[in-house]
């Protein structure tokens, strides 16, 4: 593992599902696991060099039916590239097996399923010591457009899946973190993803997955205008109001944070393949991000009084829908190496 020269927390880690998310008959063609893990394992900046991964519990990657001798050898897999595994995202949708956390029972039931298919592999992994620390990723996959046809009668269905993934995580020695994103219903908006999470009111097994790219759209309403922090004649020059709307909605769901991935955004949607339009990823380093990566970051990773919260032991790039071109080259994940640990030295902790 990497023994960084500023801090030692947050490990530094990379997601896998960039090589899955988007891809298919409908775009390009996937990126297989041992890839995206040999260019994780080779970027390095200035002595540099990720601690670990994220992995998306679904084939081509990693079958959520995988045996123990299987999940075995991905440890050894991910082990012998001096890499270690964090969090892990269960695959709750329809199309990889799951269901509508608010839809029929029979729905319900397979996305339970799934989720407690993805504990058991989380709890196998942490039992191997590859996995260290992380949680388990879900969503309610369901859309926002299913979800205004009963809004209330929706999310307190929610709210009662969610309560059973919580008690199945316990089972498992696991916690599960909702990641908030404008393209699934009861949690498109940071007001509806509070009252979401607070009707599940399981705060020691469930918290909220905060990712920057998705949560600025937060700020602008996408999905629920009456949401917006930021007004609607914003200019994007207009930094002190952008940071003081940050500011704000940091506040209400930073409490809740127990997974955080450093993304960039450039306040627009985009979607590819199969995958609903959603925050649009951008590279660290694109002239049209809105972000200020290495300062934003704080205010998830801070409390108000600017102390680290410690609340996650690992931050993870996320970055969805580039092309297999950008996936692929080296200096991708350099520049995003640079940026991690330009984050780590401004927020991270010994």
């Not at 899955?20 to 775009?27: I, Q, R």
């Not at 595994?85 to 329809?94: D, I, Q, R």
């Not at 309610?140 to 009963?150: N, R, T, V």
């Not at 696991?174 to 979401?196: D, F, T």
Request: proline share 5%; hydrophobic share 35%; with cysteine.
């Amino acid at each position: 593992m990497n023994s960084p020269t500023s801090h030692h927390y947050p490990r530094i880690h990379n997601a896998m599902w960039p090589g899955l998310v988007g891809k298919g008959p409908d775009s390009e063609p996937p990126i297989d696991l041992d890839t995206m893990l040999d260019l994780t394992a080779a970027a390095e900046v200035n002595g540099e060099k990720f601690d670990g991964v994220d992995l998306f519990l679904s084939d081509p990657h990693v079958s959520i039916d995988s045996t123990d001798e299987e999940l075995k050898q991905l440890a050894e897999n991910i082990g012998k590239r001096n890499l270690v595994v964090g969090s892990v995202v269960a695959p709750v949708w329809g199309a990889t097996g799951g269901g509508s956390a608010m839809g029929s029972e029979e729905e319900r039931t397979r996305f339970l399923l799934q989720v407690r298919k993805a504990c058991r592999i989380a709890a196998r992994l942490r039992e191997r010591g590859i996995r260290p620390y992380g949680i388990v990723r879900i969503d309610s996959a369901a859309s926002p457009s299913e979800w205004l046809k009963d809004p209330d009668g929706n999310t307190k269905r929610i709210a009662e899946t969610f309560r059973e993934a919580c008690s199945i995580a316990e089972d498992q020695g696991e916690r599960l973190a909702a990641e908030g994103e404008i393209c699934w219903g009861a949690m498109h908006s940071w007001k509806k993803m509070l009252q979401l999470l607070e009707m599940v009111d399981r705060p020691k097994t469930l918290g909220f997955q905060a990712d920057m790219a998705h949560t600025l759209l937060f700020t602008l309403g996408y999905n629920a205008p009456e949401d917006r922090i930021l007004p609607e004649d914003f200019e994007w020059d207009e930094d002190e109001e952008f940071d003081q709307a940050l500011r704000e909605l940091t506040r209400a769901l930073r409490p809740w944070t127990i997974d955080f991935h450093v993304a960039q955004n450039d306040a627009t949607v985009k979607g590819s393949g199969s995958h609903d339009k959603t925050g649009h990823h951008c590279l660290p380093f694109d002239p049209n991000g809105k972000l200020n990566i290495v300062r934003h970051a704080g205010y998830w990773m801070k409390d108000e009084q600017g102390n680290p919260t410690h609340a996650f032991k690992h931050i993870c790039w996320d970055g969805c829908m580039f092309s297999n071109d950008v996936m692929k080259s080296p200096q991708t994940w350099q520049d995003i190496l640079s940026t991690m640990t330009a984050v780590r030295d401004a927020h991270g902790w010994d």
